[in-house]
């Protein structure tokens, strides 16, 4: 179960600080190993979620903690260049090529279901609710929806910390991109553009 919170106290130094409940007054330890988001620096007043861990010593420790508004910062540049790059390049391929145009809007509308997917099982991560199946979110991704999955794992800093979802992730990432670089290059002669348009 996920708890909301604020941060009410935090030392940069020492890399921890307490996240007070909002259901209550009680105020619980958190350290900086436990929140998700790395890259941004925690500060007094951010608004958390999190679970609660019972240690050795029978004190409870804030863990899993997420920022409940995540500030888009400057690395998501090169994540989106790449994403609305690579549709770009499909519909561009419709130009020089046999290649469908149709294809680079197929790739743009799963993009923006995958990511919504996303958003949906970040939430259910959150309240503990019911999870979209891995398999729905890979099956996205080699379809074409990769490019919003992309900007979903990082702006909402989900499904970026499991090394076999991420082995996987990349997979299809590689064999969607080797199956449209295959239809350009030799979809014409094989007879294949005409069956995908």
């Known amino acids: 179960m996920r708890h909301n919170g604020v941060l009410v106290k935090w030392n940069e130094d020492k890399g921890f ?3 007070q409940m909002a259901s209550s007054q009680q105020q619980t330890f958190a350290h900086i190993k436990e929140f998700e988001n790395r890259r941004r620096k925690p500060k007094v007043g951010d608004e958390v979620t999190f679970k609660l861990q019972q240690q ?3 004190k409870l420790r804030a863990v899993e903690v997420t920022y409940v508004r ?3 910062d400057w690395l998501m540049l090169p994540i989106l260049l ?7 390049a499909t519909g561009y391929a419709s130009l ?15 993009s923006a279901v995958t990511y919504f997917f996303y958003a949906i099982d970040k939430r259910a991560a959150q309240n503990g609710d019911q999870r979209t199946p891995e398999n729905v979110l890979h099956w996205l991704s080699f379809l074409g929806g990769w490019p919003g999955a992309l900007i979903a794992q990082q702006q909402f800093r989900h499904k970026t910390r499991k090394t076999s979802f991420r082995a996987v992730f990349y997979m ?4 969607n991109i080797a199956a449209v670089c295959y239809l350009v290059s030799y979809g014409d002669e094989l007879g294949l553009l005409g069956w995908v348009s």
Do not use: K, N
């Open 172 to 175: 299809t990432v590689i064999l």
């Open 96 to 110: 020089l090529t046999d290649f469908p145009v149709e294809v680079s809007w197929i790739f743009a509308l799963l």
């Open 82 to 88: 790449i994403a609305m790059g690579y549709i770009g």
């Open 70 to 72: 995540e500030r888009t």
């Open 56 to 58: 050795p010593d029978g």
């Open 17 to 19: 600080g307490f996240v």
